[in-house]
């Protein structure tokens, strides 16, 4: 069978590979983008859809800035909805150390040009209707939102493929075909596929990706779970962190909330993790029925797990390898949604000028030169026996 030719071929349809095609494409370029499953199948389609600047990880702010603006007039650029609010994001405490650590959050927002407030328990109730009577305040962060992951997913999905662009699924890859420093051909399940450019955004599959190319890129697979009550009457309608969990109110009444700990994970190439509810699904009802208990009687309706990606240093990598030079590494170490609109933009940069405008300068695959090739095991993110 004649390979598939296109100038840029994309593994992942996922948001971070739906995002750059859709700028790529609307560039004009010609973009394929395959996927194992279906498009926004592995975390993409499953995560909290929480959107907004955070205090923890400096770097990512100029992305996630830049996403929140984008984000805004989304649904207009892409011409299908996503379900973006941007009521803002409230972080609240239930114990005095969490308290204290708002005091510290605020300071080091201030020094981050993020604005951030810090509200006491009455304004909470305000905001959160129903939240306990426990919590002591909350720290209100005015640029957040939520959108809803899966039509997040088809709205890129769609206008990509009305730009022209061709989207595989159920299209694996299972190698490259290497010559001359750089990926001639990337090899799927449908057969090959010539371009002149390949990126891979694998999510928890980039690690193993990139070691078919000889490169060792530190992305570890870590479990994820979250779950979704029926639907009931407008409560809020903004993003609620506190009690470990994160979570927001859908458009269509459902409460969807997730929360720790991440459980380390092993992924393989070609087949869907596993993805069955734990126990840590229980302790997840039991720490939202605790923070709202006006919604403790409300039932549990479905539950489910994702994959998130982690790099060792929670950053995001969007860098070319040296060799293969023409395969670029785009993964998101679990900030993927909420930036995923200035990923798009930053990646299609990248390729068209040599340069983005986003200051991804944190992301390059050189700060882990060093690393070993069982910083896993040393760090112990590993599947737990
Ligand atoms: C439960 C959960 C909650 C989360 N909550 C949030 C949140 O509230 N806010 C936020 O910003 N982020 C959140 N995240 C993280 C976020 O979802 C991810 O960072 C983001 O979705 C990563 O997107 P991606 O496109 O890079 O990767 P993915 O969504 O993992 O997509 C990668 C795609 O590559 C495909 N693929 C892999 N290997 C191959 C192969 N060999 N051949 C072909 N295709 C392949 C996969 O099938 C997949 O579709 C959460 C994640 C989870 C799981």
Same mark, same amino acid.
């Given at each position: 069978?004649?390979?598939?030719?296109?100038?840029?071929?994309?593994?992942?349809?996922?948001?971070?590979?739906?995002?750059s095609a859709y700028?790529?494409?609307?560039?004009?370029?010609?973009?394929?983008?395959?996927?194992?499953?279906?498009a926004g199948g592995?975390?993409?389609?499953?995560?909290?859809?929480?959107?907004?600047?955070?205090?923890?990880?400096?770097?990512?702010?100029?992305?996630?800035?830049?996403?929140?603006?984008?984000?805004?007039?989304?649904?207009?650029?892409?011409?299908?909805?996503?379900?973006?609010?941007?009521?803002?994001?409230?972080?609240?405490?239930?114990?005095?150390?969490?308290?204290?650590?708002?005091?510290?959050?605020?300071?080091?927002?201030?020094?981050?040009?993020?604005?951030?407030?810090? =509200?006491?328990? #009455?304004? &909470?109730?305000?905001?959160? $209707?129903?939240?306990?009577? @426990? !919590?002591?305040?909350? %720290?209100?962060? +005015?640029?957040?939102?939520?959108?809803?992951?899966?039509?997040?997913?088809?709205?890129?999905?769609?206008?990509?493929?009305?730009?022209?662009?061709?989207?595989?699924?159920?299209?694996?890859?299972?190698?490259?075909?290497?010559?001359?420093?750089?990926?001639?051909?990337?090899?799927?399940?449908?057969?090959?596929?010539?371009?002149?450019?390949?990126?891979?955004?694998?999510?928890?599959?980039?690690? =193993?990706?990139? #070691?078919? &190319?000889?490169?060792?890129? $530190?992305?570890?697979?870590? @479990? !994820?779970?979250?779950? %979704?009550?029926? +639907?009931?009457?407008?409560?809020?309608?903004?993003?609620?962190?506190?009690?470990?969990?994160?979570?927001?109110?859908?458009?269509?009444?459902?409460?969807?909330?997730?929360?720790?700990?991440?459980?380390?994970?092993?992924?393989?190439?070609?087949?869907?993790?596993?993805?069955?509810?734990?126990?840590?699904?229980?302790?997840?009802?039991?720490?939202?029925?605790?923070?709202?208990?006006?919604?403790?009687?409300?039932?549990?309706?479905r539950t489910w797990?994702?994959?998130?990606?982690?790099?060792?240093?929670?950053?995001?990598?969007?860098?070319?390898?040296?060799?293969?030079?023409?395969?670029?590494?785009?993964?998101?170490?679990?900030?993927?949604?909420?930036?995923?609109?200035?990923?798009?933009?930053?990646?299609?940069?990248?390729?068209?000028?040599?340069?983005?405008?986003?200051?991804?300068?944190?992301?390059?695959?050189?700060?882990?030169?060093?690393?070993?090739?069982?910083?896993?095991?040393?760090?112990?993110?590993?599947?737990?026996?």
């Open positions: 069978m004649p390979p598939i030719t296109a100038d840029i071929a994309i593994i992942g349809a996922g948001v971070s590979g739906l995002a700028y790529l494409a609307k560039a004009g370029l010609d973009v394929v983008v395959v996927d194992k499953g279906l592995e975390a993409s389609g499953r995560n909290g859809g929480m959107i907004g600047e955070r205090t923890d990880d400096p770097p990512v702010i100029p992305i996630a800035v830049e996403s929140i603006n984008l984000w805004k007039t989304l649904e207009q650029e892409l011409g299908y909805p996503t379900e973006f609010t941007h009521q803002g994001r409230i972080q609240v405490a239930v114990t005095e150390e969490e308290m204290n650590d708002l005091f510290t959050e605020r300071d080091v927002a201030s020094r981050q040009g993020i604005t951030m407030e810090l =509200i006491d328990p #009455e304004h &909470v109730q305000d905001l959160i $209707p129903g939240i306990s009577p @426990r !919590v002591l305040g909350g %720290a209100f962060f +005015p640029n957040g939102g939520h959108a809803n992951p899966q039509r997040s997913v088809q709205a890129f999905a769609w206008a990509f493929q009305d730009l022209g662009g061709r989207l595989y699924q159920n299209t694996a890859v299972t190698g490259f075909k290497l010559g001359n420093g750089r990926v001639a051909a990337v090899e799927t399940t449908a057969g090959d596929i010539a371009a002149d450019m390949v990126i891979s955004a694998a999510g928890p599959q980039t690690a =193993i990706l990139a #070691e078919m &190319v000889g490169v060792h890129v $530190p992305v570890a697979p870590a @479990r !994820v779970e979250i779950l %979704a009550t029926a +639907p009931i009457e407008p409560l809020f309608d903004i993003a609620l962190v506190g009690n470990g969990l994160y979570g927001r109110q859908a458009v269509r009444g459902n409460l969807l909330f997730g929360g720790g700990p991440h459980e380390w994970a092993d992924v393989d190439l070609t087949s869907d993790p596993n993805k069955t509810n734990t126990p840590l699904i229980i302790n997840i009802g039991r720490r939202l029925a605790e923070i709202l208990p006006a919604v403790a009687d409300v039932p549990m309706l797990a994702g994959i998130v990606e982690q790099a060792p240093d929670y950053i995001p990598i969007i860098d070319f390898l040296p060799d293969p030079s023409n395969y670029l590494v785009v993964t998101a170490s679990a900030h993927g949604f909420g930036i995923c609109p200035a990923t798009g933009k930053a990646v299609s940069e990248l390729i068209l000028n040599g340069e983005s405008s986003i200051d991804i300068s944190a992301f390059t695959l050189s700060r882990f030169s060093d690393i070993k090739s069982d910083w896993r095991q040393q760090r112990g993110w590993v599947p737990a026996a």
